[in-house]
């Protein structure tokens, strides 16, 4: 299962996150990478250096999207989201539908405790 960017969904503060974000990643992208291997006269080696700025840019744009817009499962027999940061807006509500299962169960146990005296 693969996912991808689901840009329909993103709103504008999505994609505010998203711009901020790519752009902090790219400032760590070293342009040296390419501008010293320029200099070489090896034309396999600045294939190389070329594929290796390509794909420092490709992982900050693909971390960003990762972090910031919604994700699409394209997956052949579902249509399920993924949302970054969803245990983030979960997180409570599990911890108090855990606490409110966990006191079912423990009042049920002494009902049927107290039916078997």
């Known amino acids: 299962?693969?996912?991808?960017?689901?840009?329909?969904?993103?709103?504008?503060t999505c994609l505010s996150?998203?711009?901020?974000?790519?752009?902090?990643?790219?400032?760590?992208?070293?342009?040296?990478?390419?501008?010293?291997?320029?200099?070489?006269?090896?034309?396999n080696v600045i294939h190389k250096s070329i594929d290796r700025y390509y794909d420092a840019v490709a992982s900050c744009v693909r971390n960003a999207c990762a972090k910031t817009i919604t994700l699409k499962c394209q997956n052949l027999q579902s249509n399920e989201y993924i949302v970054p940061g969803w245990n983030d807006y979960v997180n409570d509500k599990h911890d108090t539908a855990r606490a409110a299962f966990l006191d079912w169960v423990?009042?049920?146990?002494?009902?049927?405790?107290?039916?078997?005296v």
């Open 1 to 12: 299962m693969s996912a991808a960017a689901d840009w329909s969904q993103s709103d504008d």
């Open 17 to 43: 996150q998203y711009r901020y974000l790519l752009d902090i990643a790219l400032r760590s992208v070293d342009i040296r990478i390419i501008s010293s291997d320029l200099k070489q006269n090896s034309e």
């Open 106 to 116: 423990y009042s049920n146990c002494i009902v049927v405790n107290l039916a078997l």
